[in-house]
């Protein structure tokens, strides 16, 4: 089982490495996005390089910074914004926790990386950020807690459900673009 474990991990942190789950487009949309409000642009940029632990506990209160984290916190997907493009991320939540699982379960071995990279990028650079942050038993429980809470935004676009997140901390409202 440990093999098993070690192996998936070690495919999928070489392929992350060479760039195979980069997802230029979807981080270029979200650093878009993110550039509309440079607080939560911010924020964001801390969780993903300190952890959203740590920011939850060094936020102070009443900042964007702490609402921010207090909801992704919260939230039973609030880990999975770590990964970069999770913002526009256009999977349907149940969807993606399903391709995740699918991921984490299966065993990787060299014949299935070019269906894995076909199917499952998506889900597998979220399973690679869940093992970094908590190891691999403690992702399969995440993965199972998240899977029986996200009931009421099941068909939500996982972007669409962080983007609202973010939203309901930002100070301003978001500037609207109109075509003239």
């Known amino acids: 089982m440990k093999f098993k474990c070690l192996l998936s991990t070690t495919t999928l942190l070489l392929l992350g490495g ?4 980069g997802g230029d487009e979807k981080q270029q949309l979200e650093q ?4 509309q ?8 940029e801390q ?10 506990q060094s936020a102070a209160a009443g900042t964007v910074s ?16 770590s990964v970069e493009g999770a913002l526009v991320e256009s999977a349907k939540v149940a969807e993606l926790l399903d391709d995740l699982q699918k991921v984490m379960e299966q065993k990787v071995s060299f014949d299935q990386v070019a269906s894995l990279l076909q199917k499952g990028a998506d889900a597998a650079a979220y399973a690679k950020s869940l093992i970094e942050q908590q190891g691999v038993e403690q992702a399969m429980q995440s993965l199972k807690q998240m899977a ?7 068909q939500q676009d996982l972007g669409a459900h962080f983007q609202q997140l973010l939203l309901e901390c930002k100070a301003t409202p978001p500037a609207t673009i109109s075509a003239n």
Do not use: M
């Open 18 to 21: 060479c760039g195979y789950f």
């Open 32 to 35: 878009a996005w993110l550039a």
């Open 37 to 44: 409000d440079p607080q939560l642009q911010q924020v964001v």
């Open 47 to 56: 969780i993903r390089s300190r952890g959203l632990d740590v920011v939850a």
């Open 66 to 81: 702490a609402c921010v984290a207090e909801k992704l916190s919260q939230d039973p997907l609030g880990k999975l914004v």
């Open 148 to 154: 029986l809470a996200i009931e009421k935004f099941a």
